[in-house]
């Protein structure tokens, strides 16, 4: 275990000068055996601790073996990964890619161990009625009644309308009835893009947790972490990171050097629950775990100096996240150098 996680509240406030702030909650490590727990953050305003880093689904989904995919699940478990991120295979307007078997394979994981998981699964879907039949389907794949987190999925993309996504029977809305209707235990958006888009959405609707794309170069060029989360931070959202290496499993653009760097840029982001990172072996999982485990924060002067490395990465890169418009085309922010 890091010193820096062995310090009181106290003296971590007084020692942290010259670092960027983690927030209100200082990581700590979970009950139960310390070899196995990871350190937890508070998620926003739930009072739900969980593990600073997630396990996404999408390799599990990809994985034609079951019994192997559960395998690795069960490890990640093991390992102190209990917060579990997934969603359907397809939805009416879009292939969710990668999924795929993803909910299914869990379904059985949480027979046996529902009550380690902090479950979470996601609803692409602009249409109302159509979201609360998709997240139905969704419990109904998963075997479980109520899951812990709902997301309204990639809302940068084009097959939202604002008006209709804020509106009072758009997927928000009926959303947060299903919390209401004990469906999900919490609410949530995420999106790779469009960080405006974002800023006008919590100021319209009230929700528990956010998730968007951060990471070292991509800070260049859709800078969620300084355009929004902001303001989310304000309204005790709880802020969690994906595309951390800048990819996917099967399509990871962070150099090997760097991951590691952007792995701490991530989760030093002032109010960051966790980092949500899809993993496809077992030795992604440990190196990961690893990193959770030593996590420093990572200082103003670190975090500086990797900006200034990581411009030329980010002209490269572009923006890689982009969705489609209504126009079929694609949305192109500035680098901001």
Known sequence: ??????????????????????????????????????????????????????????????NGNEKEAVRLLNRAIDLGITFIDTAPGSTRTALVTGYGRAQRYL?????????????????????????????????????????????????????????????????????????????????GITG????????????????????NAVN????????????VWPQARKQNVGLIAMKVYGGGVRDCKMPENLRQESFRFAQSVPGVVLTVIGMNTEKEIELNVEWARNYKPMTNDEAAELRRRTVELAREWGPHLDRL?????????????
């Open 107 to 187: 379904s059985g994981v949480l027979r046996e161990r529902r009550k380690d998981i902090f479950i979470v699964t996601k609803c692409l879907e602009p249409d109302g009625s159509r979201t609360l039949e998709l997240l139905r389907s969704n419990l109904k794949q998963l075997g479980v009644e109520q899951v812990d987190l709902t997301y309204t999925h990639s809302i940068g993309h084009a097959v939202y309308d604002f008006d209709q996504l804020v509106g009072d029977k758009g997927p928000m809305a009926v959303l947060e009835q299903a919390k209401r209707d004990g469906l999900t235990r919490f609410l």
């Open 1 to 62: 275990m890091s010193q820096s996680l062995k310090l009181s509240r106290r003296h971590f406030l007084g020692a942290s000068a010259g670092t960027i702030f983690l927030g209100n909650t200082l990581p700590t490590w979970a009950a139960g055996n310390a070899r196995q727990a990871l350190p937890t953050r508070v998620l926003g305003a739930t009072n739900v601790r969980v593990p600073i880093l997630g396990l996404g689904t999408v390799s599990v989904g990809q």
């Open 325 to 337: 418009d209504a126009n079929g085309e694609r949305t192109r922010p500035l680098i901001n150098t």
């Open 192 to 211: 790779h893009n469009r960080p405006e888009k974002f800023a006008r959405v919590i100021a319209r609707r009230n929700i528990d947790a956010m998730m």
């Open 216 to 227: 070292i170069v991509d800070r260049h060029t859709y800078s969620f972490e300084t355009l």
